[in-house]
């Protein structure tokens, strides 16, 4: 049943209904859109715009056909042109006339906003609590490596010692920051559009404040033509799903990097890794390379609806129906992925003596040892530039800063041997070069604790929301 026939002459082509037939894919928000219906019913019949009876009769068969969709009962067949034209079908099936008076007021634009609302509201949900698990596997890792040494790179080189707790404690950093966008996010989708009508408001009095009530938003569009026309919230949706993407491939890179042999830091568990066809000996970490790859598959959505949007005249265009599979798909991937890397995590190896042995290799106390020429009372650039010939002198001996021998140290030192003590080889340890940051945000235990401290009480407040 076509909602929109009386006024063609023609039957639509074949070819061109497959093609213009949304209900492939937008049948995933037939619970939305029976609650949405519910909701417009129990208005229609309490503004007296349809009768009492007729409001509890379409209420009732609304609630069976959404009983009998999840039960299997009722098949979700695709002879239909969308999910809003299945249900509306379904119910003049089961209570005739009664069912076509649901529409009285109401248009399928201002209808697939309100599905699409709903829908995104609760995909923000469910996403958000899957990266508080994953925040809270990362901070129980973090707690069992206050103390494990690791080098810190820029431009992929070894830069300074850090510990894998700070290193990891980025990557919880991030994901807040994912949190925390997404609840923004849902601020502005929040906004029940319902009312609006194709794009003029309608001439019914519709309770507009009583729909929203009823269906859980905070507030109400304030322009109907920006109501069915807005695609925003999808976009800002899937802009925060391709930064959790970013962050969890940067991540991925990590773990993908540090499984190789060259560093060895790691070891992806087998049951989070496959092998090869050809060679018996590989051990690819292929969960880690696919979660990688999918993020250009949600940036892609996100470009995808942005081009779509960029050129649209007010108010709604039927290009704006390809909004659906773009956010279902980066929706679906995006929790997968972070489901799956949160479990393949969880199961990952540590390997503590290769990066200790790593950070001591490629002079990452030269920065120390650059300090303590400043603190002894020299310029930072003639202690930088100091600090540089005497790794250049450890490298021509292939050795380390700390294997230097004092005359060795005094002689680059020339003029300013005088300031040289003992406790230049303390201060340049690996160990103390953590602990001496103790600043907020630095390596340091100390520190270390505190910021696991202020996530987990990050943790336990949204929780509470």
């Not at 729909?211 to 033509?225: D, V």
């Not at 970490?285 to 990688?292: K, S, V, Y």
């Not at 160990?431 to 990050?458: D, H, T």
């Amino acid at each position: 049943m076509k909602l929109w026939g009386g006024r063609f002459s023609k039957e639509i082509n074949g070819k061109a209904n497959d093609f213009n037939s949304s209900f492939g894919f937008d049948k995933r928000l037939y619970k939305h859109d029976i609650t949405g219906s519910i909701a417009y019913a129990k208005m229609l019949g309490k503004q007296g715009i349809i009768s009492e009876e007729d409001s509890i009769l379409i209420i009732k068969s609304l609630e069976s056909i959404l009983g009998d969709i999840e039960s299997g009962t009722l098949s979700m067949d695709s002879a239909h042109e969308d999910i809003h034209s299945f249900v509306e079908a379904e119910l003049v099936k089961r209570i005739g006339e009664a069912g076509k008076r649901l529409h009285t007021g109401r248009s399928r634009n201002d209808q697939t906003a309100l599905d699409m609302r709903m829908y995104v509201k609760d995909e923000i949900n469910e996403v958000s609590q899957l990266i508080i698990a994953l925040m809270e596997v990362l901070l129980k890792t973090i707690e069992k490596h206050f103390n494990t040494i690791m080098p810190g790179f820029t431009h992929m080189q070894k830069a300074q010692p850090v510990t894998l707790a700070h290193h990891l404690m980025a990557y919880v950093e991030m994901f807040k920051r994912d949190y925390e966008r997404l609840r923004d996010s849902y601020k502005r989708t929040d906004i029940m559009p319902l009312g609006s009508g194709a794009l003029a408001s309608t001439v019914f009095n519709i309770d507009r404040e009583f729909l929203r009530e009823k269906l859980g938003f905070s507030s109400i569009s304030a322009n109907s033509m920006d109501a069915v026309s807005d695609r925003d919230f999808c976009i800002e949706y899937l802009s925060c799903l391709s930064l959790v993407m970013m962050h969890l491939s940067r991540f991925c890179e990590e773990l993908i990097i540090w499984s190789t042999d060259s560093f060895n830091f790691i070891s992806i568990s087998d049951d989070f890794s496959t092998g090869s066809s050809i060679m018996p000996q590989k051990k690819n970490p292929d969960i880690a390379e696919l979660i990688r790859g999918k993020t250009g598959r949600v940036y892609g959505s996100l470009m995808g609806l942005l081009t779509m949007m960029k050129g649209l005249p007010l108010s709604y265009n039927k290009d704006m129906q390809e909004d659906k599979e773009a956010v279902f798909d980066a929706s679906d991937t995006v929790k997968t992925s972070l489901s799956v890397f949160t479990s393949m995590f969880s199961a990952i190896e540590f390997y503590e003596k290769t990066m200790y042995e790593s950070t001591l290799s490629s002079y990452t106390n030269a920065t120390d040892a650059a300090d303590w020429l400043v603190k002894k009372g020299l310029a930072f650039r003639d202690a930088h530039e100091i600090t540089g010939k005497l790794v250049l002198y450890a490298i021509d001996k292939n050795i380390r800063i700390e294997e230097l021998s004092a005359d060795e140290i005094k002689n680059i030192l020339n003029e300013k041997k005088d300031i040289f003590d003992n406790t230049f080889f303390d201060a340049i340890s690996i160990e103390k070069s953590v602990e001496a940051r103790s600043l907020p945000g630095g390596p340091a235990e100390s520190a270390m604790k505190i910021a696991v401290e202020n996530a987990r009480r990050f943790i336990e407040n949204v929780r509470q929301v």
